[in-house]
């Protein structure tokens, strides 16, 4: 060998991506198996050698949650109105929206299910607040 990378420095493989293409489990062990092919030039040195080999394993993730009580917003993004979808209750609902900056844009403590019209708002990213039943005010 003649002792010769070709440059390399370093190399990257991200197995996340691999896992279900190798159907890769949580929880499986993951065996690596590093193949050279030499270049069959005698140099007389003692072979080849890796250092700093680096490992990681990394899992994040949380748990589902299901519960009937949350509510849902659609469509997003919404150009036109928007709904929330919530599961009948009894009582009075909150609603707000505010925009980055805190600035309160719409308030209705008598919220009916009713759509919001947001064309009345500038594209941009808001805040919504919703209260109903124990929560409310």
Known sequence: MTGNSNGWK???VHLTELGPVFDIQLGDTVLYRFTFISD???TGKDGLMFDDLHFEDWLEGT????????????????????????????????VQVFDCN???LFDNDDFRGEHIDVRLFRDGLYYL?????????
């Open 10 to 12: 370093e190399f990257w």
């Open 40 to 42: 069959s030039i005698q």
């Open 63 to 94: 748990h589902e949650i299901q519960n009937d009580k949350l509510i849902s917003i659609a469509p997003n993004p919404v150009s036109d109105n928007l709904a929330i979808l919530r599961p009948p209750e009894n009582g009075r609902e909150w």
């Open 102 to 104: 805190g600035r309160l």
């Open 129 to 137: 607040r919703y209260a109903n039943g124990d929560f409310f005010r």
